[in-house]
């Protein structure tokens, strides 16, 4: 902790990295479900099949996987900040960041690999 004119300072400062983080990946995340919409207006997939075929095309899936890499990003931002605005016990806050993590990664791992198989 850091005393600076009567007060006291804690934290890592993220600050402006966050907030530019949180709208980046909100903006590309957006930008991916308009396009998935008109795609699915577009062509209507009646079957599993004519989904499989839309997800096959290499840049689908790399559209995909790169929306769901931001939606874990954007996810980890925000249930970050509000573990260390409202879990004061670090080793607590800790060991919960660490599932969080490890949850996400093994989302975004999973997704690759409904994605690629």
């Known amino acids: 902790m850091v005393k600076q004119s009567g007060r006291i300072i804690t934290g890592a400062h993220y600050g402006l990295k966050d ?5 980046v990946t ?32 290499p840049g689908m899936r790399i559209a995909s996987f790169l929306f769901l890499a931001s939606l874990m ?9 509000v573990l260390m605005d409202y879990i004061k016990p670090v080793a ?15 989302y975004l791992m999973w997704a690759a690999e409904i994605l690629w198989s």
């Open 19 to 23: 907030w530019l983080v949180q709208r």
């Open 26 to 57: 909100a903006v590309l995340m957006a930008v991916y479900i308009v396009l998935l919409t008109i795609i699915v207006f577009i062509s209507a997939p009646q079957n599993q099949a004519e989904w499989v075929a839309i997800f096959n095309y």
């Open 73 to 81: 990003w954007h996810a980890w931002v925000g249930i970050r900040n």
């Open 92 to 106: 607590i806050r800790l060991t919960l960041q660490i599932l969080v993590i490890v949850s996400l990664m093994a």
